[in-house]
């Protein structure tokens, strides 16, 4: 954000945000709060959203925060539960709980999303503890998907990582971009299910580094700047399944001995051959 000439300063209850948004506010973001908003902050964002402000919410799922009334003008719902893979994820510790560190390379249609997506073979967009979005009609917000889930997703509600009978599979969004109005007074609005993608062990993934410089030029209405991230030198892989793991094990462990034997012998074979029979070379006498 510095390199991109941004200046952040903190904005709360003392700074303001009580009664509205200071006026030199291009972007407000709301990452990862862990405790409820006031009314009158709510009322704050809401206000500067429909004055044709840009929001950044990055909200992690079992918080009670209050946002409600935002969420509904932002033509979004969020949903209970977090979202697991039993295979596209990252790996922590081998178990079962990893699954919750998902990974995706599913997108939308939007310029948040644009340059991430054209990339997606090379990097997927980590979320590692994302709840999920529903997009609510009716409002009067335009409200469109940006990123969704791999498919094979569920959303864990009894918090076992376990795939259980009830739990819904079908996850509408990840992350949403809504606007409201036209012009310079459009309100513009990024709403991603997890926090946790902007944390600085998951932030040198390209394609978070992406999203987010993306994303940062679409609310500031940086619209036509072309913004490449710097890809780092490693991505966090994403894990395969426990089985993938067991059989790369056999291959390592005996497929490989197995083929040298197999070359060697085929090597005898051939020698002895052409020696022919009780050591005699072949060919005419």
Known sequence: LRKRNVTTK????????????????????????????????????????????????ALDPGVELGLGPLLAVLGVEYGEGTVLHERYHLRRDGGVTDRILIGTSRYGSHPTVATTAKYKGQSSLLLPHSGFLKRKAGGESNTQVVVLPMAGSWVDLDADAEKDDGEPVEIEALAVATTRGKGETQGRAVVVADSDFLADGILVNSANLQFTLDVEAWLARDDTTQLRATSPEVDPPLVHTRDEDVAWFWITVAGAPLLIFGVGMTFVGRRRRRRGPKGQTGGSR
């Not at 700074?15 to 009314?39: E, K, M, N, R, Y």
């Open 10 to 57: 903190n904005l709360g209850i003392q700074q303001g945000l009580g009664s509205a948004v200071p006026a030199d506010a291009t972007v407000v973001a709301v990452i990862g709060p862990a405790t409820a908003f006031l009314a009158e902050e709510v009322q704050s964002l809401i206000g500067f959203y429909e004055r044709g402000g840009a929001l950044l919410l």
